[in-house]
Nanobody, 116 residues
Framework: QVQLVESGGGLVQAGGSLRVSCAASGSIASINPMGWYRQAPGKQRELVASITRGGTTGYGDSVKGRFTISRDNAKNTVYLQMNSLKAEDTAVYYC??????????WGQGTQVTVSS
């Protein structure tokens, strides 16, 4: 089964930028759409961005205009560029299928911490 490995998180000051990556051990070309999720302490995991195989994107209201999702099907990788980061963006970030029917086992996630 395809495994997902997220990376690229870290500590950044408010207003800064980070790019997180999600590498799949197998093909994700058929997983449509893919998404980035995040889970803050004490909160449920939420979908923040999604992208179809053809490149159509969608964003949650809290990240719209600041985050950009992209995918490279040839490299089986999904990216999330995060700009103008806020303290409330602090969370563990995960990638996975954006629909339950295509859901893969969750990876370990990557921690993003934004200091104010």
């Amino acid at each position: 089964q395809v495994q997902l490995v997220e990376s690229g998180g870290g500590l950044v000051q408010a207003g800064g930028s980070l790019r997180v990556s999600c590498a799949a051990s197998g093909s994700i070309a058929s997983i449509n759409p893919m998404g980035w999720y995040r889970q803050a302490p004490g909160k449920q995991r939420e979908l923040v961005a999604s992208i179809t195989r053809g490149g159509t994107t969608g964003y949650g209201d809290s990240v719209k205009g600041r985050f950009t999702i992209s995918r490279d099907n040839a490299k089986n990788t999904v990216y999330l560029q995060m700009n103008s980061l806020k303290a409330e963006d602090t969370a563990v970030y995960y990638c996975n299928a954006a629909t339950i029917s295509n859901r893969l086992p969750w990876g370990q996630g990557t921690q993003v911490t934004v200091s104010s």
